[in-house]
């Protein structure tokens, strides 16, 4: 079992450049999230995905957009990269059943160190 | 949106010293989770508590769930050099299906462990 992986592990763009970043999970969980990491900022929610087929807005969903279209794969898209996405962006997921306890326990992939210049 | 308040930011402390650190919040939770992060890496879920007054223990790691379901802490024992890192709460929250499943982090709590 790799858990949930990203690629690529470090990346540096210019201002208006486009990316895609990839998360990955073997453990058939039905929700993925992608969350970005600032200094003293903690974990902020960009977009989230209840299922393959589905995404959905969280807290900081400005600049990027995300597509599920397999089960196991959640991809995370820079469209136009702006310096304020200078960021450490991370993956997780979770067991998928409303009401189980388990389901709030999320596990994260290593990141992606994006700088944009 | 809302943070939850985690204190101390940081810590320095020498080994073998007990550390304890705490997270708040003006709302009630239903499930507080503590991760912890080491530098270069993601998060990785410590313990996960889920009933008001849950004491859980993880080898020298113990956390509790707060009585009125507002707070939680954590604490390690004995520490050791690898207890370096930065130590995150998290919670879920109560409340509609479209809250389910998202937790919200604190800032965290950065870990420093000297000889």
């Known amino acids: 079992n790799a858990g949930v992986t990203q690629t690529p592990k470090f990346r540096v763009l210019k201002t208006g450049q486009s990316m895609t970043l990839l998360c990955a999970q073997d453990?058939?969980?039905?929700?993925m999230y992608w969350y970005r990491q600032d200094p003293g900022m903690g974990l902020r929610l960009i977009h989230y995905?209840?299922?393959?087929?589905?995404?959905a807005k969280g807290e900081v969903p400005d600049g990027y957009n995300v597509s599920r279209l397999k089960k196991q794969n959640f991809l995370l898209g820079l469209e136009s990269a702006a310096p304020s996405q200078t960021s450490v962006y991370f993956c997780?997921?979770?067991?998928?059943?409303?009401?189980?306890?388990?389901?709030?326990?999320?596990?994260f992939g290593p990141g992606t160190r994006l700088t944009v210049t | 949106g809302q943070q939850l308040n985690q204190s101390p930011q940081s810590m320095f402390i020498q080994e073998g010293e007990d550390v304890s650190m705490n997270c708040t919040s003006s709302s009630i939770f239903n499930t507080w989770l503590w991760y912890k992060q080491d530098p270069g890496e993601g998060p990785v879920l410590l313990i996960a508590l889920y009933k008001a007054g849950e004491l859980t223990s993880n080898g020298r790691l113990t956390a509790q769930f707060g009585i009125t379901r507002k707070d939680s802490f954590l604490n390690i024992s004995a520490s050791i050099p690898s207890d370096v890192g930065i130590y995150f709460c998290?919670?879920?929250?109560?409340?509609?299906?479209?809250?389910?499943?998202?937790?919200?982090f604190g800032a965290g709590t950065q870990v420093v462990v000297t000889p």
């Open positions: 995905s209840v299922g393959e087929g589905t995404t």
């Open positions: 997780a997921s979770t067991y998928s059943t409303i009401g189980s306890s388990r389901g709030y326990e999320q596990y």
């Open positions: 453990m058939n969980h039905e929700y």
């Open positions: 998290a919670g879920q929250r109560p409340g509609t299906t479209d809250s389910w499943g998202k937790l919200q």
